[in-house]
């Protein structure tokens, strides 16, 4: 059984991820990623976890977007959730994927190169 943060969590972030799609601001061009959603004990506040592939330039129109967006995703949630009180989203950037991409660039290196020593 999941306790009911962890069943807002999932449904706030499948709703942001929805809403996204309505969001028609130029800064939101490259690929959006939503990779996490942690909701504060009190549930006034959720940190909503992003990744963008793109520039530096990228990341940051996504960075200054996203939180022109938050008004209105948080109006959209109010909409469609029905829960007593939607929580300020505040986005922070992940950078895990990008990290996970050059430990398997590493990783695919080191076993080229004992293939490479094996012969």
């Known amino acids: 059984m999941y306790a009911r943060s962890d069943r807002l969590k999932e449904l706030y972030r499948e709703e942001i991820v929805k809403a996204l799609g309505g969001v028609k ?3 939101l061009k ?6 996490g959603l942690d909701l504060s004990a009190d ?4 940190n ?3 990744s963008i592939l793109g520039s530096a330039l990228d990341k940051k129109n996504a960075e200054q977007a996203l939180k022109r967006a938050a008004p209105y995703l948080r109006q959209v949630l109010r909409k469609r959730v029905t829960v007593k009180f939607i929580p300020e989203f505040h986005f922070i950037y ?3 994927p990008r990290k996970a991409s050059l430990i398997d660039k590493m990783l695919l ?5 004992n293939r490479e ?3």
């Open 94 to 96: 992940d950078d895990t």
């Open 43 to 46: 549930g006034n506040h959720a």
């Open 25 to 27: 601001d130029p800064g």
């Open 117 to 119: 020593n094996d012969r």
């Open 48 to 50: 909503v976890y992003y």
């Open 30 to 35: 490259g690929f959006l990623t939503i990779t």
């Open 109 to 113: 290196k080191i076993e080229r190169e």
